[in-house]
T-cell receptor, first 111, second 115 residues
């Protein structure tokens, strides 16, 4: 079963624009992670935010977490064509040892 | 360090056959998790092994099994293949597992097609 739900399902922007993707989840979490996947390949970890954190930055990425609303957002600034990929949020909750993924947002950055 | 490797990268099988997929984690990592990715169901957790013990299991039938060796390499086996088993199978490794909040490092995946 999916824990996270990304919104929108697909996003198309021009190079240089910012891209914002949202993720909502249902149960309490220990941490939330964002991953990128290029065209059916393996996932690349982008950023991890813990439940006691509200915001994190990594290069052109900014992630926020609102545990009261059970939601997170990923902002990619000054997007590039190479950012074209699917982006997934994944949650870790309780004492389990699994990532529960959302269905992802397909981001297309047009040159 | 070398990344997570998975073999084979592509596989074609027919219904009723069985298949074994292999995953070699990053050196020093003791946790290996397996995920199935399909267009319909997305990414779903299969199981996680840590120090040769299965620590967590997803909601998959008993046809899906796995094991981990003393060198942390892991295999997963799917018996009596069904058309719906066609998917990208991903493994991920970490030092201690997702429950500790660690980053998971994913391999490139094995794409299985069942005819």
């Amino acid at each position: 079963s999916q824990q996270g739900e990304e919104d929108p399902q697909a996003l198309s922007i021009q190079e240089g624009e910012n891209a914002t993707m949202n993720c909502s989840y249902k149960t309490s979490i220990n941490n939330l992670q964002w991953y990128r996947q290029n065209s059916g390949r393996g996932l690349v970890h982008l950023i991890l935010i813990r439940s006691n954190e509200r915001e994190k930055h990594s290069g052109r990425l900014r992630v926020t977490l609102d545990t009261s609303k059970k939601s997170s957002s990923l902002l990619i600034t000054a997007s590039r064509a190479a950012d074209t990929a699917s982006y997934f949020c994944a949650t870790v909750g309780g004492s389990n040892y699994k990532l529960t993924f959302g269905k992802g947002t397909l981001l297309t950055v047009n040159p | 360090k070398a990344g997570v490797t998975q073999t084979p990268r592509y596989l074609i099988k027919t219904r009723g056959q069985q298949v074994t997929l292999s995953c070699s984690p990053i050196s020093g990592h003791r946790s290996v998790s397996w995920y199935q990715q399909t267009p319909g169901q997305g990414l779903q957790f299969l199981f996680e092994y840590f120090s040769e013990t299965q620590r967590n299991k997803g909601n998959f039938p008993g046809r899906f099994s796995g094991r981990q060796f003393s060198n942390s390499r892991s295999e997963m086996n799917v018996s009596t293949l069904e058309l719906g088993d066609s998917a990208l199978y991903l493994c991920a490794s970490s030092s201690s597992g997702t429950g500790t909040g660690e980053t998971q490092y994913f391999g490139p995946g094995t794409r299985l097609l069942v005819l």
